[in-house]
């Protein structure tokens, strides 16, 4: 049998089931390779004694003769936007230091009613704002993937850099991440796992650290497609307590993956064959066109002209609603306070002091676009250009049944690459980000290596509330891939 | 993008200034150093530019998305107290509480 963290969700289930292995045993293998990697810096708290009580609690439901749930004695990993009650949570800002949060949020509340074993916390850019890891307070992660005879460090992508770098390095079995504008799908092909974006509303967002919240998505990041529909049914579901949750069935996800993708249509955009995008992602995509092909689906072309718009809309509403969010660090009442005189002055010296450059950068674009005199010309411009690239997919959804396209432009990049320069960093979100502006489900699943042997992913987009089909292409493009590169560092 | 008034294509994207980021910042309450201004006015009208490319949509007759998927209404609940009874937890996080309250500096001289 493989490495005990080398098994997928799925094998770890049905080991545990067989009791060919204990709970206890799984999530030690895990804490091992942890302290042994501490060197990507992938978590930045590590709850070891919670991890094994938690998992010896796991074994003791087994052999009483009953597992919890789903994800009963799965060792997991909780991006630190996510509050975990008792356990520090920061969303790696300074402003948040020390804060321990005396609550749950309702995603991971519900995973641990399925049994899973939270092995720690992990690094994200700031507050989730960032594509590349490396606006975190407590500094970058580092990606286990190389360049080939290159040994320069990588980046994992971002926001969920942290819980990518984790997946692909065997420190969990799967990992949260959310996504804000591309944040679980673009570091998932950086790091050559799988991801996926679930529809807006589908997982509560009560509880996770807010960051724009009305393209904020938590969902799964896993080594398999299938792993990723095995936590997408533990994390989703209504929640009263965020008033954009859908109070919508869930269904079951792992049950579409077998279903394929015959007799459905696949659309292929062409404004997404955008400037600059790397030869080989561009052969990749029709690669993965015809895998679709073969598997008897029709490829029809679509349009959505309003995509190239998606990335400038997306840079006013996302820092406009991060501006607002972020009112709420104030010194007063949690995390960092910075002495003034006055209250004005307090709240000035801690934010000033609080926030990193990118998020201030943001905070500052937000406040201008919602100032007076420029609401109707920024904020309310691109809320209506927002709404065209949600027509968009509305009308290409009457002809296909999901869309196929690159996850990202390029592959994994070097740490320090491209921090001097804000929008080269903000275009790796080009092709993920008109998903977050419709709410839509978009998955990424790692297809190819580019010329450097680094990973590359393809995404599908589904219809509002149809993970299932997303589920299904992904499993297609999976099968189809037969990715089996690891990352060289873990051989 | 256009400034109050100016016409639809109108490209008024350097029009942060020092002052300007010096009253964006105290509308956000972040004190910025004197030494930064200047590579954040830079750093805005940058990405202003960048978002100014917003102008050459038509947006005429479409009402703006302020829903995280299209035609999604917010729900609303019953207007009763859910919660409370947990002053400890609410001050467990303080920088500085006494005798159940939070500790600010002085508001009224």
Known sequence: MAALTDLTIAEARDGLAKKAFSA?????????????????????????????????????????????????????????????????????SHILDGFVPPYESTVTARMRAEGAVMLGKTNLDEFAMGSSNETSYYGPVTNPWRRRGDNRKLVPGGSSGGSAAAVAARLCLGATGTDTGGSIRQPAAFCGIAGLKPTYGRCSRWGIVAFASSLDQAGPMARTVRDCAIMLGAMAGFDPKDSTSADIPVPDFEAALGKGVKGLKIGIPKEYRVDGMDARIAALWDEGAAWMKAAGAELVDVSLP??????????????????????????????????????????????????????RRRILIGTYVLSAGYYDAYYLKAQKVRALIARDFTEAFEKVDAILTPTAPSAAFAIGERTADPIAMYLNDVLTVPANLAGLPAMSVPAGLDANGLPLGLQAIGRAFDEETVFRVGATIEAAAGFAARPPSIG | MAAPGGNPGE??????????????????????????????????????????????VNTDGVAPMTSGVEGMGLRQREDRVTDGACQDKVLANAPASRDGYFVVPKVIE
């Open chain 1, 306 to 359: 309003h995509t190239r718009y998606a990335l400038p809309a997306y840079y006013i509403v996302a820092p406009a609603e991060a501006s607002s969010n972020l009112a709420r660090y104030d010194g007063m009442r949690y995390g960092l306070r910075v002495a003034g005189r006055t209250p004005v002055e307090m709240y000035e010296a801690t934010r000033g002091e609080g926030f990193g450059a990118e998020v």
């Open chain 1, 24 to 92: 206890r045993e799984l999530t030690s293998a895990h804490l091992a390779a942890m302290e042994k990697a501490r060197g990507l810096n992938a978590y930045v708290v590590e709850t070891p004694e919670r991890a094994l009580e938690d998992a010896a609690a796991s074994d003791a439901r087994r052999a009483g003769g009953g597992a919890r749930g789903r994800l009963d004695g799965i060792p997991v990993a909780i991006k630190d936007l996510f509050c975990t009650e008792g356990v520090r949570t920061t969303a790696c």
């Open chain 2, 11 to 56: 490209n008024y994207a350097m029009s942060v200034d020092k002052a300007t980021v010096v009253r964006i910042a105290h509308l956000a309450r972040i004190r910025v150093p004197e030494g930064e201004l200047d590579r954040l006015a830079g750093e805005l009208n940058t990405i202003l530019g960048f978002v100014a490319q917003l102008d050459e």
